[in-house]
Nanobody, 113 residues
Framework: VQVVESGGGAVRPGGSLSLSCTASGSTSALFLMGWYRQAPGKQRELVAEITKDGRANYELSLKGRFTISRDTENTVALQMNSLRPEDTAVYFC?????????WGQGTQVTVSS
């Protein structure tokens, strides 16, 4: 399974960005896809995740500003609104199967004035 993120970039505080993640290859066993982020000097943390049937789970502090959606069976999007400088991080997509997990390379999101 290959996981590829797209989107990201630089935005001013208060702005919005959208990220997309696509899993390809042997994806039939995937049941969960999600977004994580890692800021410099910090541990990687959950942003949001979504099951194959569309149930979403969020880091509580981000719920309301970030929205995860499942565009297709193997594509998930993350809409990020009202971005803050502390949202600056590398955002990673994770795809989970029964006995395996797959990570993308990450995409940089920078929020700065």
């Amino acid at each position: 399974v290959q996981v590829v993120e797209s989107g990201g970039g630089a935005v001013r505080p208060g702005g919005s960005l959208s990220l997309s993640c696509t899993a390809s290859g042997s994806t039939s066993a995937l049941f969960l896809m999600g977004w994580y982020r890692q800021a410099p000097g910090k541990q990687r943390e959950l942003v949001a995740e979504i099951t194959k049937d569309g149930r979403a789970n969020y880091e509580l502090s981000l719920k309301g500003r970030f929205t995860i959606s499942r565009d297709t069976e193997n594509t998930v999007a993350l809409q990020m609104n009202s971005l803050r400088p502390e949202d600056t991080a590398v955002y990673f997509c994770r795809a989970i199967a029964t006995a395996s997990e797959y990570w993308g390379q990450g995409t940089q999101v920078t929020v700065s004035s």
